[in-house]
Nanobody
Framework: QVQPVESGGGLVQTGGSLRLSCAASGRTLSSYAMGWFRQAPGKEREFVARISRSGGNTYYADSVKGRFTISRDNAKNTVYLQMNSLRPEDTAVYFC????????????WGQGTQVTVSS
């Protein structure tokens, strides 16, 4: 079992950048595909980005494509989400999640980190 822990959230102005980190206790993150999700007030949680176990494949929601970059450093047991050109609509709690091999869902979730983009 792995427990993801997010960090790096905060308040930033429109057009600014933040880098979120997702570290883990327990098992090594390299055993899992990893995803970032977000949930804005009053809205459903939505997919943001995903990275394969090796880091060789990445996927993005259309709303963040070209602005956000997901990456991982398995030696540091950490996954990152670099967020550039931030917009007020990116304001949300961002969650990191781990998916086991052959699982159809994300199995382990962090507690989230708040990102607020001011206009």
């Amino acid at each position: 079992q792995v427990q993801p822990v997010e960090s790096g959230g905060g308040l930033v102005q429109t057009g600014g950048s933040l880098r979120l980190s997702c570290a883990a206790s327990g098992r090594t993150l390299s055993s899992y595909a990893m995803g970032w999700f977000r949930q804005a007030p009053g809205k459903e949680r939505e997919f943001v980005a995903r990275i394969s176990r090796s880091g060789g494949n990445t996927y993005y929601a259309d709303s963040v494509k070209g602005r956000f970059t997901i990456s991982r450093d398995n030696a540091k047991n950490t996954v990152y989400l670099q967020m550039n050109s931030l917009r007020p609509e990116d304001t949300a709690v961002y969650f990191c999640a781990a998916q086991r091999v052959w699982s159809s869902t994300y199995d382990y979730w962090g507690q989230g980190t708040q990102v607020t983009v001011s206009s």
